[in-house]
C-alpha cells in the first residue's frame, strides 16, 4: 500500500466533484432543500378541527347524549356542523361532498339501553378515501365520545360500548395499502417513465444520433411525437402491468418445498380500471415530454439521475399522496396545483376510491389539467430540439 | 463534362460562425461546382466540422448565407438530398446494422429492402445484417455510418473524416465507390487532416483557423507551394516560416 497512490485515488475524486458543481449541489444543498421542505409540510400543516355533524336518532333520550357528546367534541377543540344533516341519508351526502369529516349516528334507545347496563354501539361514518387522515379524525371523536358517556353515566357504563365505523367508499376495513396502492401507481409510472425518457433522449444528444436525425428531413413535431408514441406504448405496459397487479389476486398453491404465495395486491377498485388507466397514461406522457425537456440539462446520465431529488421527489411531498393539499402550507399550496402529480392523485382515488366515473366533475377537471400539463411539456421539449444549435 | 457552367451545389458567400470570441469559421467564399470531389483539409480544430455543420443546416451562420444546391442553409425539404456522415458515428448501439440502416432510410420515406442491402453491400457489412452495432469494431461502424449517410442516394454529400479506422483495402473501395457517385452527378465534400487522401480529391480546400488558405488541385497546390509534399504545401499556405524550404 503506498500513501502516495493511494492519496492520488483520492485527490482525483476530490478533483472531480470540485469540478462538478452540479453534484457537488446534488451532494450539499439538496438534501438539506428536501429536508426542509419535508419539516415545512410536516410541521406547518394546516389541520383544519375535524368537522363531525351527529346525527340523533334517540328520540327517547331527548337529545341529551347528542348534547353532551357535543359539547366534549366542541371542547378538545372539533368542529360540529349542524348544516340540515338530520339523518343517515344526508350525513352521508355530506360526508361525499367533503361539507363534514365524519358523522357520530346515535341510535334509537341507545342511552336507555346504556342506562340499564346494556352494550350499545353508536355508528361513526367516515368518507374512506383517505385512511390516514381519517384516522386523525376517529380518534379525536373517539376520545369525546368516551368523555361525554362519563358524564351522562358517572363512574362509566357497566357494558360495554361499541363503535360501529362505516365508510361511505370503500370499505371500513380497507387497510392503508388499498388506499395508497391507486396513488403509488401514478407517482410509480411518473418516476420510470421520467428516467427512462431522460437518460434515452440525453444519449441522442450526447451519442450524436440527434446530430445526424436533424440532418435528415425530418420535422420537430415528428421527433417529439414519434418518441411519445414510442415511449408511450412503454409507458402504457408499464402502467397496464401496475394496476394489474394492484388490483389482482393470484394464489399459486404450494409446490414441493415452495410454500403457497399470492401474486398481486388484491386491492379494490371502485370505478373502472379503464378510467384509471387513462389518468396513468397521461400522467405518464407528460413524464415522457419533461424527461426529452430536462434531458437538455444534462450532460451524463448520473445528472439525469440528480433530477430526481428535483422533480420526483417534492411532487411525492406535495402532491396530496399522504397530506392532503389542503393541509399545506399556505405558500406551498399553489405550488401543489401546479404539479401535474396532484391532479392524478387525485383523479386516481376519485375513480378506484370513490367509484366516480367520466360523469363526474372532479375527474373532468382532473383528465383535463393533466391533458393540459402533457401538451405543455410536449411543447417544452419540442423547444430544446432545434436543428439550428447556438 | 465542364462544372463551370453549371451552378455550383456549394456555396458560400461571407460565412462567419463565431463562438463567443473564437472565429470557428471567419468569412469563407467558396462556390463549388456539381460532380467532383472536394477534400477540405485542415488540422483538428481548424473549422472543417462547423463548416460542414453551417452548409447541413445544423447551425445557424453569425453572418454571410451558405447554400446548398441553390437553397440557402438551414432548409429542412432539401435535406433529403443531401447526405451526411458526422465525425462521431451517429448510429444507435443498441440496434442491429440492419435496424439502425432501416431506421434512417425511413427517414428518407427511402427503407426498402433492396436499397438496405445494396447500401450494406457497398460497405461489406451484409453478413453482419443482425449484430448490434455495440459489437462492430471502430471500423465496421464507420462504414455502417457511411451507409447510412448514402442509403437515400443524396445529391451532395458531406463526410466528416470518413475513413478512420478503415483499412485501406476497404478504403480504396470507398473512394472508388465516391468515385462513382460523382459519376451519377453527386458533388462530395470530404473532411480530413489525412494528407494521403487529399491525392485522391479532385480539388482540395486547405482550412486553417476557420478561413481557406489555398484552392485547387493537389498537384497546382504543390507546384505554386514549390514543394513536392502536400504536408509542406499546407505549411507555405499557412504561412508558417521555412516550412516549404525541401522544394
Not at chain 1, 354501539?121 to 374512506?128: D, E, H, P
Not at chain 2, 505554386?224 to 508558417?240: K, M, N, P, S, Y
Request: hydrophobic letters at 50%.
Amino acid at each position: 500500500m503506498s500513501a502516495r497512490r493511494l492519496w492520488s485515488i483520492t485527490r482525483r475524486i476530490i478533483d472531480g466533484f470540485r469540478r462538478d458543481h452540479r453534484t457537488l449541489a446534488l451532494i450539499f444543498i439538496v438534501p438539506v432543500a428536501v429536508t426542509a421542505l419535508l419539516g415545512w409540510v410536516l410541521r406547518d400543516q394546516q389541520i383544519a378541527p375535524t368537522r363531525v355533524a351527529i346525527v340523533d336518532l334517540d328520540v327517547a333520550a331527548g337529545g341529551r347524549l347528542a348534547s353532551a357528546i357535543s359539547d366534549a367534541a366542541m371542547g378538545a377543540g372539533l368542529t360540529v356542523v349542524d348544516d340540515g344533516i338530520v339523518d343517515q341519508v344526508t350525513a352521508r351526502a355530506a360526508l361525499a361532498d367533503d361539507r363534514i369529516d365524519a358523522a357520530l349516528v346515535v341510535p334509537s334507545g341507545f342511552v336507555a339501553d346504556l342506562l340499564a347496563g346494556g352494550s350499545p354501539r353508536l355508528r361513526l361514518i367516515t368518507q374512506g378515501a383517505n385512511a390516514i387522515a381519517e384516522g386523525g379524525h376517529v380518534a379525536g371523536l373517539q376520545r369525546a365520545v368516551s368523555r361525554a358517556i362519563l358524564s351522562l353515566a358517572p363512574g362509566g357504563p357497566r357494558g360495554e360500548i361499541g363503535i360501529e365505523r362505516e365508510t361511505v367508499f370503500g370499505t371500513p376495513d380497507a387497510d392503508v395499502l388499498d388506499v395508497m396502492a391507486p396513488v403509488f401507481i401514478g407517482y410509480f409510472a411518473y418516476f420510470f417513465v421520467f428516467v427512462l425518457t431522460g437518460i434515452s433522449f440525453l444519449r441522442e444528444r450526447v451519442g450524436g444520433t440527434l446530430e445526424r436525425l436533424l440532418a435528415t428531413p425530418v420535422t420537430k413535431p415528428e421527433i417529439v411525437l414519434g418518441y411519445s408514441l414510442g415511449f408511450g406504448i412503454f409507458a402504457t405496459f408499464e402502467v397496464v402491468i401496475l394496476i394489474v397487479f394492484s388490483l389482482m389476486r393470484l394464489e399459486v398453491p404450494a409446490i414441493g418445498p415452495l410454500p403457497a404465495f399470492v401474486v398481486g395486491l388484491d386491492v379494490p377498485t371502485a370505478g373502472s380500471p379503464l378510467l384509471a388507466f387513462l389518468i396513468a397514461l397521461l400522467l405518464a406522457l407528460g413524464a415522457v415530454n419533461l424527461g426529452i425537456f430536462l434531458s437538455t440539462f444534462a450532460r451524463t446520465e448520473l445528472q439525469i439521475l440528480q433530477f430526481i431529488p428535483i422533480v420526483i421527489v417534492p411532487q411525492g411531498l406535495l402532491a396530496g399522496i399522504f397530506w392532503p393539499v389542503e393541509t399545506l402550507p399556505d405558500v406551498l399550496q399553489p405550488i401543489a396545483r401546479l404539479l401535474p402529480l396532484t391532479y392524478a392523485v387525485d383523479g386516481l382515488r376519485d375513480v378506484m376510491i370513490r367509484g366516480y366515473d367520466l360523469g363526474a366533475g372532479s375527474v373532468q377537471l382532473d383528465i383535463a389539467v393533466l391533458a393540459t400539463i402533457a401538451a405543455f411539456f410536449v411543447a417544452l421539449a419540442a423547444g430544446t430540439i432545434r436543428r439550428e444549435v447556438a | 463534362m465542364s462544372g463551370q457552367t453549371l451552378p455550383p451545389a456549394i456555396e458560400t458567400v461571407a460565412l462567419r460562425k463565431t463562438f463567443g470570441p473564437i472565429h470557428a469559421v471567419g468569412g469563407v467564399d467558396i462556390a463549388l461546382a456539381p460532380g467532383r470531389i472536394y477534400g477540405l483539409i485542415g488540422p483538428n480544430g481548424s473549422g472543417k466540422t462547423t463548416l460542414i455543420r453551417l452548409l447541413v443546416g445544423l447551425a445557424r451562420a453569425t453572418s454571410g448565407e451558405a447554400r446548398v444546391l441553390g437553397t440557402r442553409m438551414p432548409s429542412r425539404p432539401l435535406l433529403s438530398r443531401v447526405g451526411y456522415m458526422t465525425q462521431s458515428d451517429g448510429i444507435y448501439p443498441e440496434l442491429s446494422v440492419w435496424e439502425n440502416l432501416r431506421f434512417f432510410a425511413g427517414l428518407y420515406g427511402r427503407a426498402d429492402r433492396a436499397r438496405l442491402l445494396a447500401a450494406l453491400a457497398l460497405v461489406e457489412l451484409d453478413d453482419r445484417r443482425g449484430t448490434p452495432a455495440l459489437e462492430l469494431s471502430g471500423g465496421m461502424r464507420r462504414r455502417l455510418s457511411l451507409a447510412c449517410a448514402l442509403v437515400h442516394e443524396p445529391t451532395v454529400v458531406f463526410l466528416d473524416e470518413p475513413t478512420v479506422g478503415i483499412d485501406p483495402a476497404l478504403r480504396v473501395q470507398f473512394w472508388a465507390h465516391f468515385r462513382r457517385l460523382t459519376g451519377g452527378g453527386a458533388t462530395l465534400l470530404v473532411a480530413s487532416h489525412v494528407m494521403d487522401e487529399a491525392d485522391r480529391c479532385d480539388e482540395l480546400l486547405f482550412i486553417r483557423d476557420g478561413r481557406v488558405l489555398a484552392r485547387g488541385s493537389a498537384d497546382e497546390l504543390r507546384r505554386r507551394a514549390g514543394t513536392d509534399r502536400l504536408e509542406d504545401a499546407f505549411l507555405h499556405f499557412a504561412g508558417v516560416t521555412g516550412a516549404a524550404a525541401a522544394s
